[in-house]
């Protein structure tokens, strides 16, 4: 999707509207799945508003669902969650430290 976005093809260009489709209809089913992991639809999602889907029920869904995933650890700011002490993986090599 983003190299046919920098090709300059947006929605209502018809061979596109019908080629997103499954993906909208995927993205309906993974956001109404009671143990649904965003990553893969968030990957999805990020794409297809650039080309004009936003407006998409279940892309506009997946979208905020992810701003508030990224909102609430924002809010939170535990930086101990993500990072792990460097003294605790010796021999780990310096440049990935």
């Not at 190299?3 to 089913?29: S, V």
């Not at 889907?53 to 535990?78: H, M, P, R």
Request: glycine share 6%; hydrophobic share 35%; proline share 6%.
């Amino acid at each position: 999707m983003g190299k046919l976005y920098e090709f300059g093809l947006r929605k209502g260009i018809e061979a596109l509207d019908e080629k997103t489709k499954p993906f909208e209809n995927w993205l309906r089913q993974q956001v109404d799945h009671p143990t649904c992991n965003y990553f893969y639809p968030a990957l999805v999602a990020s794409f297809l508003p650039m080309t004009g889907y936003s407006n998409e029920e279940s892309i506009n869904e997946c979208i905020l669902k992810g701003l508030e995933t990224v909102y609430l650890f924002a809010k939170k700011a535990d930086f101990s969650e993500i990072y792990v002490p460097q003294d605790s993986y010796q021999g780990f090599p310096k440049a990935f430290s």
